[in-house]
């Protein structure tokens, strides 16, 4: 070959390696697995979750691999059905669906025991209680609007918000006795109502509140639970 025809295929070489697609680099996508039999409620928190970087599937079912996703929220909803937690139901606990608690029970034990983190949202705090045998109050009184929570040092949640922090509320029910292993870390201002709990040794979290309607404060809430799931993720290779 001539220097000019090693010139021209250099020259042409060169051009073609500018003229390819610079290659984008992918961020880690965190999966979420939303254990919900609603569709509003699992899209609503899909929402939610990509407003803090992460990527919701509704299950619905309870024959899931958490090994497909790197953690697990449980939305609000209705009330848990007394009877799984050995209570008589009171005329004030409406909206019960056997199935759903059924399926969101497992799923909570089922990625624990994984070793997967776990996010409890209002009704999803409730239920994270009564999977690890606890019980709930069935009314203290109709909880609605942003309320002041106070956290204890030990709350996942500490590191983020302190003391305490401002957040939106729609509940009547919520946490009474802690089930095995359960810690409760935050408490309504007078003490009176459980705002949020974790599990002593597992990734397991809950909160009383709606972080999806809590603003920036129910964004921060998000992103700890993302961090999180990073964390296990990346420890599990």
Do not use: W
Not at 32 to 48: E, F
């Amino acid at each position: 070959m001539k220097k000019t025809g090693i010139k021209r295929f250099l020259l042409i070489t060169l051009l073609f390696i500018m003229l390819l697609p610079i290659p984008v680099f992918a961020k880690t996508t965190i999966r979420i697995a939303v254990a919900d039999t609603s569709k509003y409620m699992a899209r609503s928190t899909i929402r939610y979750l990509k407003k803090c970087g992460m990527t919701g599937y509704q299950i619905k079912s309870s024959n899931v691999n958490p090994y497909m996703y790197d953690g697990l929220v449980i939305p609000g909803g209705g009330d848990v059905t007394p009877s799984i937690y050995r209570e008589k139901k009171s005329r004030r606990t409406r909206g019960c669906s056997i199935s759903k608690d059924k399926l969101q029970i497992a799923a909570v034990l089922k990625f624990a025991n994984a070793g997967k983190p776990v996010l409890g949202i209002c009704r999803g705090c409730q239920v994270i209680n009564v999977a690890f045998g606890g019980t709930l109050k069935q009314h203290v009184g109709y909880r609605n609007g942003r309320k002041t929570v106070k956290l204890k040092t030990e709350s996942v949640f500490y590191s983020t918000f302190h003391s305490s922090v401002k957040l939106y509320h729609c509940h009547h029910q919520a946490a009474e006795k802690p089930g095995r292993g359960i810690l409760f870390t935050m408490y309504s201002s007078d003490k009176k109502v459980i705002e949020g709990l974790q599990h002593e040794t597992l990734p397991v979290y809950g909160v009383q509140c709606h972080p999806e309607r809590s603003g920036h404060a129910g964004l921060l809430i998000g992103k700890k639970f993302k961090a999180i799931c990073e964390m296990y993720k990346n420890a599990a290779g």
